[in-house]
């Protein structure tokens, strides 16, 4: 099991990640981590619709977002979620993110601060499946 974050993460990019999650309260919100042809790691966030315990991404959207990737040799490294309810665990529902990229994170409240979880696909597991190692 891993106890590390991702080799990619930074604090600005936490920082980041945690704003959109902040704003969508009190739903729920994802996005992708999406690795740029030069290295350089940004957010793609897509309008959801969501509530307190779910989100959806518009699908329009994604497949955009897909082919303007591809286009523009963007890479998705991981994908991020939050669970305001404070779950600390993915759920069933969760697994079609986990298909995007080797990483994830979940936000997860702690009191007044936020508990961020990483999970990595297992090395030898395709993108398809959900074989996941934990860390802290």
Partial sequence: MSTDPPPWWTPALASEALRRVEEALPAETGGLFVQGPEGSVALFTPPVQADRVSF?????????????????????????????????????????????????????????????????????????????????
């Avoid at 779950?87 to 990229?101: C, F, I, K, N, Y």
Wanted: one cysteine or more; aromatic letters at 12%; a positive charge.
């Fill in 56 to 136: 959806a991404a518009d699908p329009a959207e994604v497949v955009r977002f897909a082919y303007s990737s591809r286009v523009q040799g963007t890479r998705v490294l991981g994908s991020f979620h939050s669970h305001p309810n404070g779950r600390e665990t993915v759920s069933s529902r969760d697994h079609p993110m986990l298909a995007w990229g080797e990483w994830h994170a979940l936000f997860v409240p702690a009191g007044s601060a936020w508990r961020i979880r990483f999970w990595r696909r297992q090395p030898g597991t395709a993108s398809g499946t959900c074989a996941l190692e934990k860390s802290r």
